[in-house]
Antibody, heavy 121, light 107 residues
Framework: EVQLVESGGGLVKPGGSLRLSCAAS????????MNWVRQAPGKGLEWVSS????????HYADSVKGRFTIFRDNAENSLYLQMNSLRAEDTAVYYC??????????????WGQGILVTVSS | DIQMTQSPSSLSASVGDRVTITCRAS??????LNWYQQKPGRAPKLLIS???SLQSGVPLRFSGSGSGTDFTLTISSLQPEDFATYYC?????????FGQGTKVEIK
């Protein structure tokens, strides 16, 4: 069974840092692009970042560019999101989601259960 | 960046109704349009990819159509388990933007 499990969320002060992890199982991580999507409380879905299977191609939303870094360790079957200079508006549930092999038609399936990040003093 | 506009933002419908949700892209995205269903407190689930390709296990009452800039998600006969929020997403090029969502509620 394909499964994604996020961890590393929690409460952090504005300006602080946090690293999210996503543990993948049931498939060969290196064969797929991976993605982070977030959802602020009561709001819609916002794409955050994508990384290709071999880490050659990386993309960020403008809202996080320069503050967040996506990376992966295929040998450890893990995806990460390093979040620096956090702001109140980064408060959201963060989901990791598997993409496609080539990032062409990069649809997201499946998704992890999500992890809450709260940025507040 | 490509903007995705869904309509309506919400709708009320009864079990058995035919429901249609539309999604418009600000520029052509070919057929790179996906539909997701999200229930409260749950992660989104991919229903349809590439505009009309139904994912394995998704009931046949769901269908998608369109190309270019205009797309439609149709539920042919609404069932109790279909009450949820639906999102479109373009996967033509990053940023992979989502529509604002359509909440389907019980009438």
């Amino acid at each position: 069974e394909v499964q994604l499990v996020e961890s590393g969320g929690g409460l952090v002060k504005p300006g602080g840092s946090l690293r999210l992890s996503c543990a993948a199982s049931g498939f060969t991580l290196s064969g797929y692009s991976m993605n982070w999507v977030r959802q602020a409380p009561g709001k819609g879905l916002e794409w955050v970042s994508s990384i290709s299977g071999g880490s050659t191609y990386i993309h960020y939303a403008d809202s996080v560019k320069g503050r967040f870094t996506i990376f992966r360790d295929n040998a450890e079957n893990s995806l990460y999101l390093q979040m620096n200079s956090l702001r109140a508006e980064d408060t959201a549930v963060y989901y990791c989601a598997r993409g496609t092999a080539t990032m062409t038609n990069n649809c997201f399936d499946p998704w992890g259960q999500g992890i809450l990040v709260t940025v507040s003093s | 960046d490509i903007q995705m506009t869904q309509s309506p933002s919400s709708l009320s419908a009864s079990v058995g109704d035919r429901v249609t949700i539309t999604c418009r892209a600000s520029q052509t995205i070919n057929s790179y349009l996906n539909w997701y269903q999200q229930k409260p407190g749950r992660a989104p689930k991919l229903l349809i990819s590439v505009a009309s390709s139904l994912q394995s296990g998704v009931p046949l009452r769901f269908s998608g159509s369109g190309s270019g800039t205009d797309f439609t998600l149709t539920i042919s006969s609404l069932q109790p388990e279909d009450f949820a929020t639906y999102y479109c997403q373009q996967s033509n090029s990053p940023p992979y933007t989502f529509g604002q969502g359509t909440k389907v509620e019980i009438k």
